[in-house]
């Protein structure tokens, strides 16, 4: 560092590819506070996989045999929403595969990424809300092809997720749940789980 200037990189990493570890090994004069970013994704995705083993045929709206589901991405380039997007969804399908079952279908053929992000960054639940209610137009239940899961890259996104869901009947108590799942514990997250309208 320049004129041995002390630099924190806080919930910011300083690279996508590990070699954050390398760059800030034994140095004096830089370091990174934030989380083991591919953690959560990893517990999310084991979390979602044995879920959906012991609740298959409850989550699987259409009997169709697979689940279908939606990705709601946090930010573009950002290396918690990078690795949460792809072990979400890597380890779900470990855990399922394990068990005999297929691995997850995104609910958009076209959609060739398998997220949706939130093109601001802000990993909102405004954004997610919006992306959901745009999804109930063409993927609903009369037509067969509901979207069955949802996971999302933090709490926020989740409850935008879940707004939606509940604006249409679902996840209220006495309908279906479509099964949510976020990342941070936040009391509103908690809260939703108690009421039961997210799952994990």
């Known amino acids: 560092i320049a004129g041995d200037i002390p630099v924190i ?3 910011r990493a300083i690279g996508t590819d590990g070699s954050d570890v390398t760059v ?14 591919p953690e959560a994704g990893h517990m999310q995705g084991k979390m979602i996989g044995e879920y959906l083993v012991e609740n298959y045929d409850t989550v699987d709206l259409n009997g169709d045999g697979v689940i279908s589901y939606a990705m709601m991405k946090g930010q573009e380039g950002n290396v918690e929403a990078e690795f949460r997007t792809q072990y979400g969804v890597e380890d779900a ?13 995104y609910f958009d053929a076209n959609n060739k990424d398998c997220y ?23 993927y ?8 069955e899961l949802v996971i999302c890259n933090n709490d926020g996104m989740a409850e935008g997720v879940i707004a939606s869901l509940q604006e249409k009947g679902y996840n ?3 309908a279906h ?14 809260a939703l789980i108690a009421d039961g309208a997210m799952t994990g």
């Open 9 to 11: 990189f806080f919930n």
């Open 24 to 37: 800030l090994e034994n140095n004096e004069t830089a370091c990174f506070i934030g989380t083991d970013a």
């Open 93 to 105: 399908n470990a855990v399922l595969e394990e068990a005999g079952k297929p691995a997850l279908a």
């Open 116 to 138: 949706q992000v939130d093109q601001a960054g802000a990993w909102s639940a405004a954004a997610a809300k919006e992306y959901m209610d745009t999804n109930f137009v063409s």
């Open 140 to 147: 609903n239940e009369a037509n067969g092809n509901m979207i």
């Open 172 to 174: 209220k108590e006495g």
């Open 177 to 190: 749940v479509v099964p949510v799942f976020g990342v941070d514990a936040t009391d509103n997250a908690k």
